[in-house]
Protein backbone atom coordinates (compact mmCIF):
# COMPACT_ATOMS: atom_id res chain seq x y z
CA UNK A 1 0.00 0.00 0.00
CA UNK A 2 1.33 3.17 -1.29
CA UNK A 3 0.91 6.16 1.36
CA UNK A 4 2.40 9.93 1.66
CA UNK A 5 2.34 11.24 4.89
CA UNK A 6 3.03 15.47 4.84
CA UNK A 7 4.31 17.17 8.03
CA UNK A 8 5.25 20.16 9.45
CA UNK A 9 2.55 22.54 9.00
CA UNK A 10 1.32 25.05 11.69
CA UNK A 11 0.69 28.71 12.24
CA UNK A 12 3.38 31.22 11.50
CA UNK A 13 3.58 35.23 11.24
CA UNK A 14 4.24 36.60 7.88
CA UNK A 15 8.07 36.66 7.48
CA UNK A 16 8.35 33.26 8.87
CA UNK A 17 9.43 30.22 7.51
CA UNK A 18 8.29 26.35 7.64
CA UNK A 19 9.32 22.95 6.34
CA UNK A 20 6.75 20.63 5.04
CA UNK A 21 8.00 17.28 4.75
CA UNK A 22 6.56 14.19 2.86
CA UNK A 23 7.62 10.69 3.83
CA UNK A 24 6.40 8.19 1.44
CA UNK A 25 5.87 4.37 2.19
CA UNK A 26 5.01 0.99 0.11
CA UNK A 27 7.35 1.67 -2.91
CA UNK A 28 10.37 3.78 -3.75
CA UNK A 29 9.59 6.84 -5.88
CA UNK A 30 12.96 7.52 -6.57
CA UNK A 31 12.21 7.43 -10.73
CA UNK A 32 9.44 9.16 -10.00
CA UNK A 33 8.34 12.73 -10.26
CA UNK A 34 7.28 14.47 -6.63
CA UNK A 35 5.64 17.55 -5.85
CA UNK A 36 4.26 19.81 -3.55
CA UNK A 37 0.55 21.67 -4.18
CA UNK A 38 -1.77 24.10 -2.44
CA UNK A 39 -5.24 24.85 -2.26
CA UNK A 40 -7.78 27.08 -0.15
CA UNK A 41 -11.61 26.85 0.11
CA UNK A 42 -13.10 27.50 -3.83
CA UNK A 43 -10.03 27.58 -5.50
CA UNK A 44 -8.39 24.84 -7.43
CA UNK A 45 -5.52 22.75 -6.05
CA UNK A 46 -2.46 24.80 -7.65
CA UNK A 47 1.19 23.77 -7.76
CA UNK A 48 3.43 25.32 -5.70
CA UNK A 49 7.05 23.08 -6.79
CA UNK A 50 8.15 19.97 -7.68
CA UNK A 51 10.82 18.10 -8.86
CA UNK A 52 11.74 15.54 -11.04
CA UNK A 53 13.39 11.64 -10.64
CA UNK A 54 17.15 12.98 -10.35
CA UNK A 55 16.19 16.09 -8.68
CA UNK A 56 18.73 17.52 -11.72
CA UNK A 57 15.33 19.72 -12.66
CA UNK A 58 13.24 21.49 -9.82
CA UNK A 59 9.90 24.06 -11.06
CA UNK A 60 8.41 26.41 -8.82
CA UNK A 61 5.32 28.54 -9.35
CA UNK A 62 5.93 31.94 -10.07
CA UNK A 63 4.60 32.84 -6.24
CA UNK A 64 6.95 30.40 -5.06
CA UNK A 65 10.32 31.30 -6.75
CA UNK A 66 12.84 33.06 -4.52
CA UNK A 67 11.39 32.02 -1.59
CA UNK A 68 10.92 28.32 -1.28
CA UNK A 69 12.35 25.55 -1.94
CA UNK A 70 11.68 21.78 -3.38
CA UNK A 71 14.25 19.18 -2.50
CA UNK A 72 14.17 15.15 -1.95
CA UNK A 73 16.00 12.40 -0.26
CA UNK A 74 16.14 9.07 -2.18
CA UNK A 75 17.49 6.81 0.35
CA UNK A 76 14.75 8.58 2.78
CA UNK A 77 11.94 8.37 0.23
CA UNK A 78 10.77 12.41 1.59
CA UNK A 79 10.36 15.13 -0.73
CA UNK A 80 10.52 18.37 1.09
CA UNK A 81 9.80 22.22 1.18
CA UNK A 82 11.68 24.91 2.80
CA UNK A 83 9.27 28.25 2.94
CA UNK A 84 10.72 31.14 3.68
CA UNK A 85 8.85 34.92 3.78
CA UNK A 86 5.71 33.59 4.31
CA UNK A 87 3.03 35.82 3.27
CA UNK A 88 -1.04 35.56 4.20
CA UNK A 89 -1.48 34.61 0.37
CA UNK A 90 0.36 31.45 1.27
CA UNK A 91 -2.01 30.07 3.44
CA UNK A 92 -3.36 26.78 2.41
CA UNK A 93 -3.81 22.72 2.72
CA UNK A 94 -0.30 21.98 1.05
CA UNK A 95 0.02 18.27 -0.35
CA UNK A 96 2.43 16.41 -1.56
CA UNK A 97 1.98 14.29 -4.47
CA UNK A 98 3.81 11.60 -6.50
CA UNK A 99 3.84 10.21 -10.41
CA UNK A 100 3.83 6.67 -11.21
CA UNK A 101 5.41 7.58 -14.40
CA UNK A 102 8.93 7.04 -14.20
CA UNK A 103 12.16 9.26 -15.72
CA UNK A 104 8.64 11.65 -17.15
CA UNK A 105 9.56 15.12 -17.10
CA UNK A 106 7.73 16.66 -13.68
CA UNK A 107 4.13 17.34 -14.34
CA UNK A 108 2.85 20.84 -13.24
CA UNK A 109 -0.75 19.79 -13.09
CA UNK A 110 -2.57 18.01 -10.19
CA UNK A 111 -4.49 15.57 -12.56
CA UNK A 112 -0.90 13.56 -13.79
CA UNK A 113 -0.32 12.77 -9.90
CA UNK A 114 -1.08 9.54 -8.96
CA UNK A 115 -0.24 9.32 -5.39
CA UNK A 116 -1.65 12.19 -2.66
CA UNK A 117 -1.02 12.80 0.90
CA UNK A 118 -3.68 13.82 3.42
CA UNK A 119 -2.36 17.21 3.46
CA UNK A 120 -0.99 19.51 6.05
CA UNK A 121 -2.50 23.01 7.12
CA UNK A 122 -0.13 25.97 6.70
CA UNK A 123 -1.52 29.24 8.43
CA UNK A 124 0.63 32.57 7.94
CA UNK A 125 -1.10 35.31 10.00
CA UNK A 126 -0.73 39.30 9.68
Known amino acids: QVQLVESGGGLVQAGGSLRLSCAAS????????MAWFRQTPGKEREFVAG????????DYADSAKGRFTIFRDHAKNTVSLQMNSLTPDDTAVYYC???????????????????WGQGTQVTVSS
Open 97 to 115: AADSAQFSKTPLVADAYDY
Open 26 to 33: GRSFSRNA
Open 51 to 58: INWGAFNT
